[in-house]
């Protein structure tokens, strides 16, 4: 009977990653962001993201959108706050609330980051307080034909434990749902 039991959790799991993968891929091939512009992976207990995709504007509309922080809770999907504390200069302290969803696991998240802008060719932030042990993150718009190429690169140290198989599936996911909605709405205001 225990073989059973360990058989059917094994069949479970293995149904549970097949039914992450199939969902990734689904979103992927609708999203303007393509999932293999999008690496997660792990340096210790830092989860490491690095996305590499096309903005159909120029550098400064794509800036302009990525830093609207004020705004952001609306166009970007799980973002429920999103405000600048502070400015001082191309210094900003922004707090953000939001939630990261995949099938049946959530999870609610909140930081205050700091925010120094190299207007319009650079973004670097840095956790301050929140749900991260560490929170850094580097962003660049390099202009190209049509447009400009957005590198993005952050390491992440949640306080909280992700499960090691729904982790990487479920920060590519939100990556890919937040950059997809930047990219639309730059779309929109163009």
């Known amino acids: 009977m225990a073989h059973r039991s360990a058989f059917s959790a094994g069949y479970w799991w293995a149904t549970f990653i097949a039914a992450l993968t199939l969902a990734g891929s ?13 690496k997660v992976s792990r340096s210790g207990p830092a989860y490491v993201v690095d996305a590499d995709f096309h903005s159909p504007a120029g550098a400064d509309l794509t800036f302009e959108v990525f830093t609207d922080y004020d705004h952001m809770a609306s166009y970007v999907p799980n973002l429920g706050v999103s405000e600048i ?28 980051r700091e925010i120094r802008l190299a207007p319009p060719f ?7 307080t929140g749900d991260f042990k560490r929170l850094e993150s580097h ?36 990556v890919a749902e937040q950059f997809t909605a930047m990219l639309n709405e730059i779309q929109k205001r163009q």
Do not use: C, N
Request: aromatic share 6%.
């Open 26 to 38: 689904a979103m992927a091939q609708a999203s303007s962001v393509q999932a293999e512009s999008i």
């Open 122 to 128: 650079a973004i670097d932030s840095r956790g301050l």
């Open 85 to 112: 504390m502070e400015k001082s200069g191309t210094l900003w302290k922004v707090h953000q609330k939001g939630t990261l969803k995949l099938s049946l696991f959530s999870l609610d998240m909140e930081s205050v």
């Open 139 to 174: 962003t660049t718009f390099e202009v190209e034909s049509g447009g400009v190429r957005v590198h993005y690169h952050a390491e992440s140290e949640p306080r909280f434990p992700l499960p090691p198989l729904v982790g990487p599936a479920l920060i590519r996911r939100q």
